[in-house]
């Protein structure tokens, strides 16, 4: 799994990316087939200061390119925002994949 992490407006600190990691492991947990992960972390200084930092993910797994964002006055709730944003979408996708290749039933013969 590829991780990237890069700032618009921001700088990435090393306490940001650790907490960011630490956060998209949960997603590599629940569905190991992820490929590449990446984060866009940006603050706004135009926006209100309720909505003014944002984080934005684009995870790509096998099949299919998922995204998510969340924008919230304090960053690192907005990257607990995305991060179950994501968890979810991991997890609706699975489901979908694992539903997908049922076994046939057996058909009995008389």
Known sequence: MNLTISGHHLDVTPALHGYVTSKLER????????VDI???LSVDPIRD????QK???SIHVKGKDLYAESVHADLYAAIDELADKLDRQVLRYKDRVQEHHHTPMKREVV
Request: hydrophobic share 35%.
């Open 27 to 34: 997603i590599s947990r629940h569905f190991d087939q992820v």
């Open 38 to 40: 990446r984060v866009l």
């Open 49 to 52: 200061k309720d909505r003014r």
């Open 55 to 57: 984080a934005e993910c």
